[in-house]
């Protein structure tokens, strides 16, 4: 079993929609989780953290984390083309760890 | 506030020769990652740092990579000798207390 579990994806999703994007992890002593956004080429930019059960919102962004069910998403509100990115999720708890991304495809 | 520095940005070798890659971290950060990232695939840790001290090598190949962080600032990978797999971008990245890591723009390897 993966440490961090991400869809494969690809994921598309049209323009103004709403993007769902989830992460199951393995260790039950983590205590962060990160979402980060990759365009191509280019190196992971950390687009959101949360340390505590429940949701976080930043602007079209809301992480949801539930510890008991191990699970972590992050919804991307009115997607537009410039999200167009993979989007990598990270646990830490002594060492960060992260899954191995979900593409995802705004089409205008 | 300066960023996560990497050196080089790129680097092209032949295998069963050597390279080193050198970062230097976000000031004050004392925790310092190294990440091999290969093309399609997340980051997977090879090393992470806090201070001078190893947290974990668990994933760091020992036979043919090492890393060193002195003086717990700047910290260098290496790989001796390198092989055709380990084509690949290795990413630096820093973390203060509050464990969000910022990353470096990387240093993409090609061995041929």
């Known amino acids: 079993q993966k440490e961090v579990e991400q869809n494969s994806g690809p994921l598309s999703v049209p323009e103004g929609a709403i993007a769902s994007l989830n992460c199951t992890y393995s260790?039950?002593?983590?205590?962060?989780f990160f979402w980060y956004r990759q365009y191509s080429g280019k190196s992971p930019e950390l687009i959101m953290f949360?340390?505590?059960?429940g949701d976080k919102e930043d602007g079209r962004f809301t992480a949801q984390l539930n510890k008991a069910s191990q699970y972590v998403s992050l919804l991307i509100r009115d997607s537009q083309p410039s999200d167009s990115a993979t989007y990598l999720c990270?646990?830490?708890?002594?060492?960060?760890?992260f899954g191995q991304g979900t593409e995802l495809s705004v089409k205008p | 506030e300066a960023g996560v520095a990497q050196s080089p940005r790129y680097k092209i070798i032949e295998k069963r020769q050597s390279v080193a890659f050198w970062c230097n971290p976000i000031?004050?950060?004392?925790?310092l990652y190294w990440y091999q990232q290969i093309l399609g695939q997340g980051p997977k840790l090879l090393i992470q740092?806090?201070?001078?001290?190893?947290?974990?090598d668990s994933q760091l190949p020992k036979d043919r990579f090492s890393a060193e962080r002195l003086k717990g600032v700047d910290s260098t990978l290496k790989i001796q000798p390198a092989k055709l797999e380990d084509s690949a971008v290795y990413l630096c990245?820093?973390?203060?207390?509050?464990?969000?890591?910022?990353f470096g723009q990387g240093t993409r390897l090609t061995v041929v």
């Open positions: 990245a820093s973390s203060d207390v509050r464990a969000e890591a910022f």
């Open positions: 260790d039950r002593g983590s205590q962060s």
């Open positions: 949360i340390y505590s059960n």
């Open positions: 990270a646990v830490g708890g002594g060492k960060l760890i």
């Open positions: 000031s004050g950060h004392a925790t």
């Open positions: 740092f806090q201070n001078n001290g190893v947290v974990d």
